[in-house]
DNA sequence: CACGCGATTTGG
DNA sequence: CAAATCGCGTGT
């Protein structure tokens, strides 16, 4: 039986966290049904010195969020059409996240099918943009804690470091060179 | 207050 | 390879 993770797991590094993040599950409780899934990718945003974080710009409307405790919803939205799902992590003042990038689909596949409009399974929740939308999530989870009702992450065993690989992040070519390189994606191959 | 662009996705 | 589409950060 596993069980709902609560605020304090998320009180540590960001790049620890995205790593053990994999194998968790992350639910969605929408119009009386329970959608989600295991999460297969994640990448770890770590404060104002690293360029590819939005908080590199330092503390904003948008980037507040980041700024407080750790177990928190950052959710922005980005081109205008696709929104971004975070945990904000580490410790209160120290702005941090881990986006969630990829999930594997377990429950409520059917309605998530019909959120995305349509698309095969495997398109359904293999990327950031992609499972905010099959798993209905805007910007009024932004700053919400992560134990809530509606959306939360429930434990699960931890995955082997065989299973995991990790790499540079995608998409964020205005950070530095070091910044870009640095292997803070990770991604969970196969069970 | 105007301007430029992005932690993406999709279709051509 | 480029469009879609808008909130936010930056500079005037």
């Not at 049904?33 to 948008?62: F, M, W």
């Not at 700053?143 to 299973?163: S, T």
């Amino acid at each position: 039986m596993s069980h709902v993770l609560t605020r304090e797991f998320f009180a540590r590094d960001a790049v620890t966290l995205a790593r053990d993040m994999l194998g968790k599950k992350l639910l969605r409780r929408h119009q009386g049904q329970v959608l989600g899934g295991i999460i297969v990718e994640t990448e770890a945003y770590l404060g104002e010195d690293d360029t590819a974080c939005h908080a590199s710009r330092g503390c904003t409307p948008r980037t507040q969020v980041m700024y407080g405790s750790a177990g928190h919803y950052y959710v922005y939205l980005i081109y205008g059409m696709y929104h971004m799902l975070n945990i904000v992590t580490g410790e209160e003042g120290h702005p941090q996240a881990v986006l969630v990038r990829a999930l594997r689909p377990v429950l409520g596949v059917e309605q998530m099918v019909a959120l995305r409009g349509g698309v095969a399974e495997k398109q359904l929740c293999n990327g950031p943009g992609k499972l905010c939308q099959a798993l209905a999530i805007d910007r009024s989870f932004n700053g919400l804690p992560v134990d809530g009702a509606d959306l939360w992450l429930e434990d699960a065993p931890p995955v082997d470091d065989a299973h995991v690989s990790a790499g540079p992040r995608v998409g964020i070519g205005y950070a530095s060179n070091k910044d870009q390189q640095r292997p803070w994606r990770f991604i969970l191959h196969q069970r």
